[in-house]
């Protein structure tokens, strides 16, 4: 039965994907699905292997056949890319939805194991499948995202900084590709003192990023024109439909909340204010209970570390796939929530996060006929960055409030109850 789920789930998710796939050397067909692939990977990384610097938004936009800028990725994102480049674009896409069906299937694994549970092929198949149908899992695999992968890439380097602190590095470089994942992870795990698994991942990013800029310098001539493009574009950020606040229909971070709340975006000092805010909360909660390396301890560490990143720095629906462990320790009950104070901590997790999983409604296609009733839209557009500082601020809390010792009372707890459970069915 769990196969079948998993089958018709993937059929018609992934279908509908396939079938809508951008017609190559089309950009501007109603086809638009793996958009985000095209814009941000396959043609990027194309571009700098011809000489071009995708970072020069104008040329880049002029030269290839994209609708979007290439956002202000690190330099290393062109080299994790790179084998997509040796496909024609078609077979390149064909592959990309592929592995993002896969790594859906991994992530679903990793939660489990992260949250204690032994799983079997039902299980890991029935969770795959509520992955990939939720908006953050659909979101990802139509628009050709990397949620999936970054949301595993941090969860692993949490979860092996103190006992594999190179696996940890590698992890942390992969997530640097994306800034908005690689810093608060970075600042995170340094505040948590896993100083060595920060010092590999430092030293792993610093290498790929220097590559992949002496890569572009190379083909635009030198160091001035490859580095002023960069800094173009990321001083162009924040100007698309799909980051500004009056028109985004996929936000998840605070940020967004506030703009809504002024009526315009947060003054850029206020923003950095707010991030370096999170970050010393989240470090102080990561020092004062998840700093030892047992199952329990890091997995409230994930949870700490996932909710911050996702709330506190620019992220899109794709990425509240973040939220994977927190919501799953909650429905389980297992760490960071106690069996007992954190009951009703753990049904506001689990709606929160169904809220997000469920909200369909802030799609393009569904806001379209909400623009005469411009208060429904934005309390719809609303709720994913709403439902995601929810459960930022109660993961929070329970890892403040909970020690490792009833971490540890609690996780047993459960996994017996679980147990008892499986045999008795």
Request: hydrophobic fraction near 50%; glycine fraction near 8%.
């Amino acid at each position: 039965m769990a196969s079948l789920v998993l089958a018709v789930v993937v059929a018609v998710v992934g279908g509908r994907v396939y079938v809508n796939m951008n017609v190559p050397g089309s950009p501007h067909t109603p086809a638009n699905a793996l958009v985000d692939f095209r814009d941000a990977v396959y043609y990027p990384v194309t571009a700098a292997l011809e000489g071009n610097n995708p970072y020069d938004v104008e040329a880049y936009r002029a030269r290839y056949p994209v609708n979007n800028r290439f956002p202000a990725y690190a330099p290393s994102h062109l080299l994790l890319y790179l084998p997509f480049a040796a496909l024609p674009h078609g077979a390149a896409q064909t592959l990309y939805l592929g592995l993002n069906l896969l790594l859906s299937a991994l992530l679903c694994l990793a939660t489990l194991r992260i949250c204690g549970i032994r799983p079997t092929p039902a299980q890991t198949m029935l969770g795959a499948a509520a992955i990939v149908l939720s908006h953050p899992g659909e979101l990802n695999l139509f628009v050709g995202q990397s949620g999936a992968l970054m949301t595993s890439a941090t969860y692993g380097a949490v979860w092996f900084a103190a006992s594999s602190p190179a696996l940890a590095g590698a992890l942390l470089a992969v997530t640097a590709t994306k800034p908005t994942f690689g810093i608060p992870v970075f600042a995170l795990l340094a505040l948590r003192g896993n100083t060595t698994a920060v010092a590999y991942g430092a030293a792993f990013t610093t290498v790929s990023c220097l590559a992949g800029f002496a890569w572009i310098a190379v083909g635009v001539g030198g160091v001035e024109p490859a580095a002023s493009a960069i800094v173009d574009n990321i001083a162009g950020w924040g100007q698309t439909r799909w980051t500004g606040y009056q028109t985004s229909a996929h936000r998840s971070d605070v940020f967004f909340l506030v703009a809504h709340a002024l009526g315009r975006p947060a003054p850029r000092v206020f923003t950095f204010a707010v991030m370096l805010g999170l970050l010393a909360v989240g470090g102080t909660c990561l020092r004062r209970s998840t700093t030892g390396n047992s199952p329990t301890q890091r997995r409230s560490a994930v949870a700490v570390i996932s909710c911050i990143t996702l709330s506190g720095f620019y992220h899109q629906a794709y990425d509240a796939l973040l939220l994977c462990v927190p919501v799953a320790a909650a429905w389980v009950g297992v760490a960071p929530y106690a069996s007992t104070e954190g009951r009703i901590s753990r049904a506001v997790v689990v709606i929160a996060g169904t809220i997000i999983g469920a909200n369909y409604l802030s799609t393009y296609a569904v806001l379209g006929y909400l623009e005469q009733f411009p208060t429904v839209r934005t309390a719809v557009v609303s709720l994913n960055a709403l439902a995601a500082a929810t459960i930022t601020a109660v993961v929070l809390r329970q890892a403040s409030i909970v020690s490792p010792s009833a971490q540890a009372h609690t996780s047993d707890a459960v996994r017996t109850a679980t147990t008892r459970r499986e045999n008795r069915t």
